[in-house]
């Protein structure tokens, strides 16, 4: 599998090549040359398999360039009853006939990123002592992201963490999630502003060429494509748990910010799963919901987006949504490039009038919907009214879109994405009462914390690296 750059303009790469990378060389994305197909017999092979056999059997297409037993020991190392609470890994819960939730989220931080950054975690550290190397990812999180990317690589031996993030500005349980790791190769950054400022000093940091290529600085952010594919796996599970043949079709129903999630599902979907809809849901940030209705890309400015009550969909621009606009135009690299220059100059582009909208409408199966807070706060307490289950706000955008748009006919799969006990504050105001801790997690706050408060300076976070970088 060859990996081609969604502008076109760089030399094709392997899967192990481009998992360290950020952007390609001319500013696009990593995709793969052609998507790989699932002939019958072999969707069939892999209906009954355990999760880690399933994801090795997804991987494989994609990282192929990857040892096959490495790839294996890895990926039942990854996918373990012990990280994710279930032999299961991501277990079908049936609300209805038709209607379920798959719950992604059982992992080290309660929040279905877990289940890509704990493989990613255990790429890295395959492929740097593979070639004697070291890394030092930087990093700035909202909150999820970045708890989920410590979880993932403390204690990893070649890998250090330095992981901005907004003073005072996340909730207890996250900020205790990240401060409270005692790891040596953990550092939190707490930075006096907001995530934007950040952003802003990882942007600044890699925009010094010379202090990335002195101390080996990555990423582990939402653009990684070993992140994407790890994704596919669950689309999989969710299929062959909520069907019992491989004529079926489901629906997905997909809580989306950065349109990493949804994508994966549009990936397996490419491969061949059978596939009814892709049901992408936005809360008030809604620029993915405008484009699927109208063909109409109008990202935001970081200044225009609102602070929800579903805060890890709370995004400006979705940064994997450009592969799949590539898709979109055929694969031709220039008219992405082209697009994207609208992007910059325009504030965005229209396809309504392209032949790729058509194709979108017609082929792609997505449908989209915006949820609001009052629909956030309805969706918890319906559910637990009426199901006795307790959902997090990210989690009910995602329920509320796809009860909208369900098709009797077909299950819906709704896409579990954090645990409620991530965003007590809303289910109390839903429902009147905390939400509860799973087992591990109680008084976490109270455990001591380790961190450095920093101005936004990008200078003085180089110096901070610089001391404390594995070179
Ligand atoms: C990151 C996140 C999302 C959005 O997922 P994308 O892949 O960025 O679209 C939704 N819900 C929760 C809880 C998240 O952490």
Redesign the pocket.
């Known amino acids: 599998m060859k990996y081609v750059s969604t502008r076109g303009h760089a030399a094709s790469q392997g899967f192990t090549d481009i998992l360290l990378e950020g952007l390609a060389p001319d500013g696009g994305l990593m995709v793969p040359e052609q998507w790989p197909r699932l002939t019958r017999p072999k969707l069939d092979a892999m209906r009954d398999l355990p999760y880690p056999r399933l994801a090795f059997e997804v991987l494989r297409f994609f990282a192929d360039d990857f040892p096959g037993g490495e790839l294996k020991s890895l990926v039942d190392r990854t996918y373990t009853a012990q990280a994710f609470g279930t032999p299961e890994i991501t277990p079908l819960h049936t609300l209805e006939p038709n209607l379920h939730l798959l719950r992604l989220?059982n992992g080290p931080t309660l929040?279905?990123?877990d289940v890509a950054m704990q493989l990613l975690g255990n790429l890295f550290e395959a492929v740097l002592e593979r070639q004697g190397r070291r890394l030092n990812v930087l990093g700035a999180t909202s909150?999820?992201?970045g708890g989920?990317a410590e979880h993932a690589l403390r204690g990893k031996a070649r890998v250090n963490v330095f992981m901005l993030s907004p003073n005072g500005r996340m909730s207890p349980f996250q900020r205790a999630q990240m401060y409270s790791l005692q790891d040596a190769n953990v550092f939190n950054v707490a930075i006096e502003g907001a995530f934007d400022d950040c952003q802003d000093v990882v942007k600044a940091v890699n925009l010094d060429a010379g202090f990335k290529m002195r101390h080996a600085v990555g990423a582990v952010n939402?653009i990684n494509w070993a992140r994407v594919v790890a994704?596919v796996v669950y689309y999989f599970k969710g299929y062959f748990a909520a069907t019992r043949s491989n004529d079926e079709q489901v629906s997905f129903a997909?809580?989306?910010?950065?349109?990493?999630?949804?994508?994966?599902g549009y990936v397996a979907k490419r491969m061949g799963l059978p596939v009814r809809r892709l049901v992408l849901a936005t809360n008030e940030n809604d620029v993915l919901d405008e484009f699927f209705r109208t063909g109409r890309y109008r990202p935001r400015k970081t200044s225009e987006v609102h602070a929800t009550s579903?805060p890890?969909?709370d995004?400006s621009k979705?940064?994997?949504f450009e592969r799949f606009i590539w898709d979109a135009v055929d694969q031709d690299g220039d008219k992405v490039a082209w697009l994207w220059r609208q992007v910059d100059e325009e504030g965005g582009f229209d396809l309504s009038t392209d032949r790729a909208w058509e194709k979108i409408e017609e082929d792609s199966g997505f449908a989209s919907g915006r949820s609001t807070h009052a629909d956030r706060i309805a969706t918890i307490r319906l559910v637990n009214e009426k199901y006795g289950v307790l959902i997090?706000p990210?989690?009910a955008?995602?329920v509320k879109i796809g009860l909208r748009l369900r098709e009797g006919r077909y299950p819906t799969i709704c896409l579990e994405?954090?645990l409620p006990a991530?965003?007590d504050e809303t289910i109390v105001e839903a429902l009147g009462r905390h939400a509860p801790r799973p087992p591990g997690f109680e008084g976490i706050e109270d455990r001591p914390q380790r961190f450095d408060v920093m101005r936004p300076d990008p200078e003085a976070v180089k110096r901070y690296i610089e001391e404390r970088a594995r070179d």
């Open positions: 989220s929040a279905f990123k909150g999820d992201t989920a939402s994704q997909v809580p989306s910010g950065n349109f990493g999630n949804v994508f994966a579903s890890s969909m995004i979705a940064s994997n997090d990210h989690t955008d995602g994405t954090a991530k965003f």
